[in-house]
């Protein structure tokens, strides 16, 4: 009898944790991380692509800066000028005043590039990076450039102790390519002086 009892409390045993894990009535709750939905562009491949290669070309010229190369420098610079005025601002759904603005900023772009690759000295190379960087910021705001999120950084003395200046990253990483990793001065260790000011996001979810 008493073996008969403890068969039976057993397979109550059993039974109950067998429904307390696989039908508790609630459901597992899922911890894993949702996957992100992709970026979606309001524009065309046709204005995508060659501003995207315009960025890119920007960043190549920021990565010489940041080395002190200037014969890198020089080459990313008239790569720069090429992709800028490959860009179709025309085929923009966009204001006449807002096409007509970024038709100018990228003008701005291409006289600041040309100087760039002209100008032996690179500081002031520099100067000209820093004028051709807020022509650029501005001109992804102004067609409200949809692809990455575009970051405005900051370094606080790039021209001097109080002189400050900008450049756009597609990181939040600060890489500053006024200071670099081969100043005179400071050498390396004022290469992630600087902040973020500000951030363009205009990509659809």
Known sequence: MRKGLLIIGFAIVAVAVYFLYFYSGDEKKDY???????????????FNVPFNNMLNSYFE????LVNWDTAKANLAAVN??????????????????????????AEGMIAESK?????PDINEKRKSFYTLSEDLYNLARTV?????????DKCPMAFGDDKEAYWISNTRDIINPYLGNK????????MNCGNVEDSLDFRSR
Do not use: R
């Open 183 to 190: 100043h005179p001065k400071y050498h390396s260790a004022m």
């Open 80 to 105: 720069l000028n090429e992709t800028i005025a490959k860009v179709p601002y025309e085929i923009l759904q966009a204001d006449s005043s807002i096409i007509s603005t970024a038709k100018n900023l």
């Open 144 to 152: 409200q450039y949809d692809q990455q999120v575009i970051y405005h």
């Open 115 to 119: 100087a760039i690759a002209g100008d």
């Open 61 to 64: 010229l920021k990565d010489a």
């Open 32 to 46: 894993s991380p949702k996957q992100q939905p992709l970026t979606i562009s309001k524009k065309s491949d046709s």
